[in-house]
């Protein structure tokens, strides 16, 4: 996925995010309304009392006729996925890229403030193996217990190399086990940057690949050499 975040003096309305997403049909024929929802509960003395749910339009979701490309479009901002069966980066980059050229033509926002690539690996493994010998970031097993069901792991890292406000957020663990009997581990990667620019597409593309480019270092330093014979 690769996602844009941008600022409004005034967020334009659902009309305008729905005249924009008609705009897209021809490419993205399937068109359904994304809702924010929000449970809020009050508590007394003994059990909770009273519960309320609210629910607030945010924009709409687009999806192309073979089913593998998403295009959700926000009140602040935009975002595009791959899903599989998945290409290269240079023509995912450019699709996105020309959607984002049209959002900000289209909605006219003065200000970026996220950049964000993220990418979900599921990987199947043999049931029953040392995970230690697939990924170098796995949990320590106590001797006790040398069998594990699942787990999860979160490391938030700061990449201030990149620039100041830039992070890595890796979760990884286990989805369960296959019909087969393997298991599915789950290794999800999100680089993202806070800014606080005005539009600039060379500049902006130019931070996307700064961010694709750590996403392959931190996936490079987590894998070992067992995973990157399955993937190949």
Not at 73 to 99: Q, T
Not at 161 to 167: A, L, P, Y
């Amino acid at each position: 996925m690769i996602d844009l975040q941008v600022g409004f003096q005034a967020e334009p309305s659902l009309l305008t995010l729905e005249e924009f997403s008609r705009s897209l049909e021809s490419d993205y024929p399937t068109r359904h309304p994304m809702n924010a929802v929000q449970l809020s509960m009050k508590f007394d003395e003994g059990p909770i009392s009273e519960t309320s749910r609210t629910s607030t339009a945010i924009g709409y979701r687009l999806t192309n006729a073979r089913g593998d490309r998403v295009v959700q479009i926000r009140r602040n901002g935009i975002s595009f996925s791959h899903m599989a069966p998945y290409g290269d980066w240079e023509s995912f980059s450019r699709d996105a890229r020309g959607l984002f050229i049209q959002y900000t033509n289209a909605l006219k926002p003065p200000r970026v403030q996220r950049l964000a690539v993220r990418y979900i690996n599921r990987l199947e493994l043999p049931a029953r193996v040392d995970l230690a010998h697939y990924f170098t970031l796995t949990p320590k097993i106590p001797d006790f217990c040398p069998e594990v069901e699942g787990y999860f792991l979160q490391l938030v890292l700061p990449q201030k190399d990149i620039r100041g406000d830039s992070k890595v957020i890796v979760n990884t663990g286990l989805e369960g086990a296959t019909s087969e009997g393997a298991i599915v581990t789950l290794l999800d990667i999100d680089v993202f940057t806070a800014l606080d620019c005005s539009w600039d597409e060379e500049q902006v593309w130019g931070v996307y690949q700064e961010l694709r480019n750590r996403k392959n270092e931190v996936f490079e330093s987590i894998i070992t050499d067992k995973v990157r014979s399955l993937i190949k």
